[in-house]
């Protein structure tokens, strides 16, 4: 799908003022920045343009009680979810408190027995161990009940979440969530994570320690932004940027051991800090590397064992940690593929799942830390909303999935009144219910789909951004579109679209099943241009026949023997005359 077209008069406009062609001006207006002042905000981010942790609801309150607690010397804990978004907040805030107040822990619940969020266990931990504030993170905005019984053992609480509130927030001495009908805090999709590191801000923003103190915190932050899924824009976009370049320079040991365990340090040539690099990392290293690893250890056997690893100050240890949760994520890795392929055949050999518009698996004996998991790789496989289901604890429990611009959330709250516990986003969620609930949510969940879905939405389709000529591809436009990172959701890389290509004779298959493209654009330009196609070979017998094609893609740096040159990463291929694309721009 191609998509709209910005303004032409604020595409020109753009055009003139940045001095960028057609094609970069108009990704631009895709993206909601129309003039100069947005264009240099978005295409230089600055940590001076956070915004005032104080417009966040409570914040006072917040900041207020921990001042208090510190003045009188109360036991702290510092509580999160076991996920890598709740494990990185717990890091990032237990972290920074810990350099001046030590009389501060942490907690991170167990999956299996206690289950995600706030814990009755939790509370009793507390209580054993003379806490008086308990500082909850990417948890906490439906834990009503528990917040309720903290209470009764003068066991304060403040709650930082970025989960959908239910109807009644818990009555916590503080309720830190941008999502809450009340809050007027300016940006609504902080990780996690990214509620914490506004709490240090606020902290070191009342008591007048530079905000250079809190630098060390963003490598945190650009994990769990990256890993939560959450969108690339505003507060997220710079926090991320920042992030990233500290991950790229000089990573904490945790973080550092994690991404040598995943053969990412061990170039030849150093950076400032004696760090040895490989190539620049970016968000998706952050979600297919660091983030698994991060979240093993929660899946299989702690997440206590991930805050170790990122507070942990010295590599050495930090690499002997990392090692043991690397192991985890092998043992993750045998799980999650074992009961994907059991879902998989379950599927295969049920026509009344195959019927639904929504996918609905259960076996009471799939791993509960790995059904996420299967539920994302079954949502890529069948691309209908999914929820995979095991049983823990006596209850049935699950996590779903969706798909772009099916609120899973809202279907699932639908529903609420065969569950025990249910929450999370629009496109990730989790539930519990009774064992003989079962059937009925099965069937009440299809019908909410079949109600909200729109049917055309359950075929997975390519977003084109824009149409270009192979010879509009060039060094300066490049450099251009690489400021358009760090890319993730609401701001994805680009793709492109480019029709009327021929095989100039080389294209070839190399690896297992790859199409390596060598192409030319006849009708503009008869210079040839490198392509990889990954899993596409089967396009090839036509390819060399000289049948015009139409490709849409990525741009690309391929470094080979020394020497980097631009090249397409190729996500689809379409022969002339095949469901044709609109002619544009003269193809």
Same mark, same amino acid.
């Given at each position: 799908m191609?998509?709209?077209?910005?303004?032409?008069?604020?595409?020109?406009?753009?055009?003139?003022?940045?001095?960028?062609?057609?094609s970069i001006a108009n990704l631009l207006v895709q993206r909601d920045i129309t003039d100069y002042e947005q264009a240099k905000a978005f295409f230089r981010p600055q940590l001076t343009d956070l915004h005032d942790p104080f417009l966040m609801k409570d914040m006072d309150k917040a900041i207020l009680r921990?001042?208090?607690?510190?003045?009188?010397?109360?036991?702290?804990?510092?509580?999160?979810?076991?996920?890598?978004?709740g494990t990185t907040a717990v890091s990032l805030v237990y972290s920074f408190f810990y350099t001046f107040y030590q009389?501060?822990?942490?907690?991170?619940?167990?999956?299996?027995?206690?289950?995600?969020?706030?814990?009755?266990?939790?509370?009793?931990?507390?209580k054993s161990t003379d806490v008086k504030l308990v500082v909850a993170l990417d948890c906490g905005i439906k834990a009503n009940e528990q917040i309720e019984y903290a209470n009764k053992f003068d066991i304060d609480f403040i709650i930082g979440d970025h989960h959908r509130p239910g109807e009644f927030l818990p009555e916590a001495v503080a309720v830190l969530d941008p999502k809450r009908a009340d809050c007027k805090y300016p940006y609504k999709e902080l990780s996690g994570c990214g509620i914490g590191f506004k709490l240090i801000q606020a902290y070191a923003q009342k008591k007048e320690i530079p905000f250079e103190q809190l630098d060390p915190a963003l490598d945190?932050?650009?994990?769990?932004?990256?890993?939560?899924i959450v969108p690339i824009t505003g507060e997220n976009r710079i926090l991320a940027y920042y992030g990233l370049k500290l991950i790229n320079s000089n990573p904490r040991p945790g973080l550092r051991a994690i991404l040598s365990l995943s053969n990412i340090v061990h170039s030849n040539t150093k950076n400032e800090n004696g760090l040895y690099f490989n190539r620049e990392l970016n968000v998706n290293d952050m979600v297919f590397l660091v983030g698994p690893r991060?979240?093993?250890?929660?899946? +299989?056997?702690?997440?206590?064992?991930?805050?170790?690893?990122?507070?942990?100050?010295?590599?050495?240890?930090?690499?002997?940690?990392?090692?043991? +949760?690397?192991?985890?994520?092998?043992?993750?890795?045998?799980?999650?593929?074992?009961?994907?392929?059991?879902?998989?055949?379950?599927i295969s050999q049920d026509t009344t799942i195959q019927d639904t518009l929504a996918t609905v698996v259960y076996n009471p004996n799939w791993h509960k830390g790995v059904i996420g998991i299967v539920a994302s790789r079954l949502t890529d496989t069948y691309y209908r909303p999914t929820i995979v289901l095991t049983q823990s604890n006596g209850l049935i429990t699950g996590s779903a999935r969706s798909i772009k611009e099916f609120d899973i959330y809202d279907a699932i709250e639908a529903c609420s009144d065969l569950l025990e516990h249910f929450g999370g986003h629009k496109y990730a969620a989790g539930l519990s219910l009774k064992p003989e609930n079962l059937q009925s949510f099965r069937e009440k969940f299809e019908r909410i789909v079949r109600q909200m879905i729109d049917h055309n939405k359950l075929v997975p389709e390519i977003?084109?951004?824009?149409?270009?000529?192979?010879?509009?591809?060039?060094?300066? =436009?490049?450099?251009?579109?690489?400021? =358009?990172?760090?890319?993730?959701?609401?701001?994805?890389?680009?793709?492109?679209?480019?029709?009327?290509?021929?095989?100039?004779?080389?294209?070839?298959?190399?690896?297992?099943?790859?199409?390596?493209?060598?192409?030319?654009?006849?009708?503009?330009?008869?210079?040839? =241009?490198d392509g990889i196609a990954f899993q596409q070979g089967d396009k090839y017998p036509e390819i060399i026949k000289g049948r015009p094609f139409h490709v849409c893609y990525h741009i690309e740096e391929n470094e080979w023997n020394g020497k980097v040159t631009l090249q397409l990463n190729v996500k689809d291929i379409k022969f002339e005359y095949e469901d044709e694309f609109p002619e544009e721009k003269g193809y």
């Open positions: 191609l998509k709209k077209k910005g303004e032409p008069e604020v595409v020109r406009h753009l055009m003139e003022v940045l001095n960028v062609n057609e921990i001042e208090q607690a510190i003045e009188n010397n109360e036991r702290i804990l510092v509580y999160g979810d076991y996920d890598v978004d009389n501060i822990d942490y907690y991170i619940p167990d999956r299996y027995s206690e289950g995600y969020g706030i814990s009755f266990k939790g509370i009793d931990y507390a945190l932050v650009a994990v769990s932004i990256a890993s939560d991060i979240n093993a250890a929660g899946r +299989i056997e702690s997440g206590k064992n991930a805050v170790e690893l990122l507070v942990c100050d010295d590599y050495e240890k930090a690499v002997l940690l990392g090692d043991q +949760i690397n192991q985890c994520n092998n043992e993750r890795r045998n799980l999650d593929s074992s009961a994907t392929q059991e879902a998989l055949e379950l977003e084109i951004d824009d149409q270009l000529n192979l010879k509009d591809i060039n060094d300066k =436009f490049f450099k251009i579109l690489k400021q =358009f990172a760090p890319f993730g959701p609401e701001n994805m890389a680009p793709v492109f679209l480019t029709t009327g290509l021929v095989n100039t004779g080389y294209s070839r298959i190399v690896g297992n099943n790859h199409l390596k493209l060598s192409v030319v654009h006849p009708r503009i330009s008869s210079l040839p =241009f």
